[in-house]
């Protein structure tokens, strides 16, 4: 544990004695869109550790060195597009259990089509045209329903939001 962090976490302590631990969960969005990764990054960075990158090789290079706790990665970018990241990814042992949830703009018939034929499957996908407060709402829910999952199952977010 860092010295910020030490520090953090003692500037928590309540007056009785009781330590309060703030675990802050890590989140990687990558996606080739800047516009959409500043807006992202508002949303979620009261409320998580927002790192962006702009593509899957950047991505890559990230998970070299740090294990974030969720990746949202958008499906559709140009050189690597998020299949094929994605299974770059589960192919590395220290990075194949981070979960992974695509961002697109594509609506549900065409992505259901377009998964046909990816290998690994992500753990949902959310629309990028989906309000904040749906955004921020699904990526807690994952949050809490993974918490809640026996370490052996899997949680899915579907595109309305909700875990499975």
């Not at 860092?2 to 990558?30: A, D, F, H, W, Y």
């Not at 970018?77 to 589960?90: D, F, S, Y």
Request: hydrophobic share 40%; aromatic share 6%.
């Amino acid at each position: 544990m860092n010295m910020m962090n030490t520090e953090r976490m003692q500037s928590e302590q309540p007056t009785k004695g009781i330590e309060i631990m703030q675990i802050e969960k890590k989140i990687l969005i990558v996606d080739d869109d800047v516009t959409f990764l500043k807006i992202i990054k508002k949303w979620l960075m009261g409320k998580y550790q927002v790192t962006l990158v702009k593509s899957g090789g950047q991505a890559l290079q990230y998970l070299a060195g740090h294990k974030p706790d969720l990746i949202l990665m958008d499906y559709d970018m140009p050189v690597n597009n998020g299949p094929q990241v994605l299974e770059m990814i589960r192919k590395e042992p220290d990075l194949a259990d981070i979960p992974v949830i695509f961002l697109t703009g594509k609506e549900e018939l065409e992505i259901g089509s377009a998964m046909i034929g990816v290998r690994q499957k992500p753990q949902g996908y959310l629309l990028k045209s989906m309000s904040q407060d749906h955004i921020v709402a699904s990526v807690d829910a994952y949050f809490a329903a993974a918490a809640s999952q026996d370490s052996g199952m899997s949680c899915e977010i579907r595109e309305d939001g909700t875990g499975k």
